[in-house]
Nanobody, 114 residues
Framework: QVALVESGGGLVQAGESLRLSCAAS????????MGWYRQAPGKQRDLVAR???????YYVDAAKGRFTISRDNDKNTVYLQMNSLKPEDTAVYYC????????WGQGTQVTVSS
């Protein structure tokens, strides 16, 4: 079983930054495309960004130019640098493979005040 542990969320004001981390308990990141997902209250969980095994990246339009996803295969960790945060970024953020194959972690809450 692979466990995913997200951290780094918090309460920030609009325009500020946060860096999220996702630590995997096993050697998974080298072999899987990894992504960050988010779920706002009352909404479904959606993919925000993906980093492939070759390091290439993909972002949804709402994240382009503001978020940067990266991975450290030696540390089995995936990161999400979020800049210029907006109130609409408020959500619980999760990481998982793309497509999702692991059990979800507890997520990390990001709250952006206006």
């Amino acid at each position: 079983q692979v466990a995913l542990v997200e951290s780094g969320g918090g309460l920030v004001q609009a325009g500020e930054s946060l860096r999220l981390s996702c630590a995997a308990s096993g050697r998974i990141s080298r072999f899987y495309h990894m992504g960050w997902y988010r779920q706002a209250p009352g909404k479904q969980r959606d993919l925000v960004a993906r980093v492939s095994t070759d390091g290439s990246t993909y972002y949804v339009d709402a994240a382009k130019g503001r978020f940067t996803i990266s991975r450290d295969n030696d540390k089995n960790t995936v990161y999400l640098q979020m800049n210029s945060l907006k109130p609409e970024d408020t959500a619980v953020y999760y990481c998982n493979a793309v497509p999702t194959i692991f059990s979800w972690g507890q997520g990390t809450q990001v709250t952006v005040s206006s």
